[in-house]
């Protein structure tokens, strides 16, 4: 059985040969496995179900390692970024790591930025037309003066993004979650949003005539003084929306709040009376009951089970997490607190039972699931590798 623990880890580890830190995680883990495995042993477990159990107990080992394989090739391959007043269409920055980097006056049309790094840097008054940032990390970035025209941002990481001033025709955000981004003075007409999650977003003063945007979810987002003629919100929901009129309260704008369609949608009380004194027509839109409570959840957890074969691991489990608390799962070895971590990040289906994850239930919405949370492994596999600048 010892060596089906080496063959179980040499398979995980084999896409990393070479890299060093990877190398010394492996031993350390191997160590821990076998004394793992002797410990179920000796309370009387058979091979089979030791090593399943050995197994479940280091949780999602295979994101620990590619984490750590790419932290340590990042920190090998950050370059000089400034690339201000630069020619460099159709370029490849796909998974480069550019913190605060500048691409400022530059041509970039079709350049290729998926999956980088790009946390704090700055374009501005560039040409970014049809470039890709597919999964690209855009913490703290600023986009000004920009024609984003056919861009992509699919699965994009947009945290506290600033799109200001700029040309969003064509572009595409598609299951992507905008924490705290603001979209201010853009022309969003012809911009494309599916499967996203709106949450304390800015539209001040942007023109939205006619943009499609049923399905979506909006919490704390803000339309202050944006244009919203024909606007769709179907089937969407909208929780701590608000519409601010202008100064100046005109026809103009009572009209065009009463051609936005919200066929379907479900929004809390507040959402629904700040849109029924500005005219809307809301005939056709769900008041969401005791919203109060439903956003005070992180988590929920009823009547959770799982097995594996004749070993039932979770046997009608139940509990929630407040929103901003912090919450610690106790349990002796083998009690399923790996299971459970692991069905609540949708790296595991459970048998039966019902578990919602900041509002998304794991098993039928795991993408809007994954949007929502960060997961960290119980190893403390990288802080031997971690510099002051990196942190």
Known sequence: MNEKLINYLNGVFAPYDGVKSVAELKADLLSDLQERFRELKAEGKDDETAFEMTIDSIGDIEQTVQEVANLSRSLERQVVTNFSASNLPKSDFAGVTAHKGKFEASALRGSDFSGADLTGSSFKASDVREA???????????????????????????????????????????????????????????????????????????????????????????????????????????????????????????????????????????????LKGLGADLSKVTIIKGVKNMQNKAIQVKGLQKSYNKLHVLKGVDFEVEKGSIFALLGSNGAGKTTIVKILTTLLKQDSGIATVNGFDVAAKPDYVRQSISLTGQFAAVDEILTGRVI
């Open 132 to 274: 890709n940032f597919d999964g690209a990390n855009l913490t703290d970035c600023s986009f000004y003066a920009l024609d984003l025209a056919g861009a992509s941002f699919h699965r994009s990481i947009l945290v506290r993004t600033n799109f200001s001033t700029s040309e969003l025709a064509g572009a595409k955000f598609i299951g992507a979650k905008l924490t705290d981004v603001k979209l201010t003075v853009c022309d969003l007409r012809k911009t494309i949003f599916e499967n996203c999650i709106f949450d304390g977003v800015d539209f001040k003063t942007s023109d939205l005539t006619g943009l499609c945007l049923d399905g979506q979810t909006f919490i704390g987002v803000k339309f202050g003084e944006a244009g919203l003629k024909e606007v769709t919100f179907r089937g969407a929901t909208l929780k701590n929306v608000s519409f601010t009129p202008p100064w100046s309260l005109t026809k103009k704008y009572y009209n065009a709040i009463k051609t936005i369609r919200f066929d379907g949608a479900m929004m809390d009380k507040l959402s629904y009376n700040a």
